[in-house]
């Protein structure tokens, strides 16, 4: 039911942007995280059902969650990319998620199939 895309490889300083489609459904709360090899998931941003929006401190002022006005696809704005952004990128969507639960994985019972970005120095 999500559908993540976008992903490539570009070069630190580059600009990039991830969509993500929700297909069938809308849902309240739709969210990005990342994998690197060898490393957990990791939360990158969510936006919370009242329109909040919530970063992680590592890519705050950087990049930029939003969704379209239809409420079915869910972009990431990431500007200023550093090598260390290269991961899997993977969109996270739930409607019954609390808001102390927001970076969680665990919290969330939709994801996409993930797009890899790598970001080259």
């Known amino acids: 039911q999500l559908q993540a895309s976008g992903g490539g490889l570009v070069q630190a300083g580059d600009s990039l942007r991830l969509s993500c489609a929700a297909s069938g459904r809308t849902f309240s709360v739709m969210g990005w995280f990342r994998q690197a090899p060898g490393m957990e998931r990791e939360f990158v941003a969510a936006r919370w059902r009242s329109g909040s929006l919530v970063y992680a401190d590592s890519v705050k002022g950087r990049f930029t969650i939003s969704r379209d006005s239809a409420k079915t696809t869910l972009y990431l704005q990431m500007n200023s990319l550093k090598p260390d952004d290269t991961a899997v990128y993977y969109c996270?969507?739930?409607?019954?998620?609390?808001?102390?639960?927001?970076?969680?994985?665990?919290?969330?019972?939709?994801w996409g199939q993930g797009t890899e970005l790598t970001v080259s120095s």
């Open positions: 996270a969507a739930d409607n019954r998620l609390i808001l102390s639960s927001i970076r969680f994985a665990s919290a969330y019972h939709y």
